[in-house]
Nanobody, 115 residues
Framework: QVQLVESGGGLVQPGGSLRLSCVVS????????MRWYRQAPGKERELVAG?????????IYADSVKGRFTISRDNGKNTVYLQMNSLKPEDTAVYYC???????WGQGTQVTVSS
């Protein structure tokens, strides 16, 4: 069965950093592009970042996180990462990883940015 398990969320002060991880199983991870989404209370779910399959040479980012967030992957660990720097209160949301072009989602991990 397909599984995606996020971790690394938590409470952080504005300007701080977190690294989210998503460990996947049940499919050939290296063949698939991956995405990170987030959803804040009362707001629409939005695409945060994406990374191509294989070596992950192609990445995309929402304008709101460009220059602050970095998506990467380690195919040997079946893991996709989201490094989040210079965090802002508006980054507060539940963050989800997802397989591109599939309805395969993780359970989400909470990120709260607050003083």
């Amino acid at each position: 069965q397909v599984q995606l398990v996020e971790s690394g969320g938590g409470l952080v002060q504005p300007g701080g950093s977190l690294r989210l991880s998503c460990v996947v199983s049940g499919f050939p991870f290296s063949n698939y592009a991956m995405r990170w989404y987030r959803q804040a209370p009362g707001k629409e779910r939005e695409l945060v970042a994406g990374i191509s399959g294989g070596g992950g040479a192609i990445t995309i980012y929402a304008d709101s996180v460009k220059g602050r967030f970095t998506i990467s992957r380690d195919n040997g660990k079946n893991t996709v990462y989201l490094q989040m720097n210079s965090l802002k209160p508006e980054d507060t949301a539940v963050y989800y990883c997802k397989v591109f072009q599939r309805e395969w989602w993780g359970q989400g991990t909470q990120v709260t940015v607050s003083s």
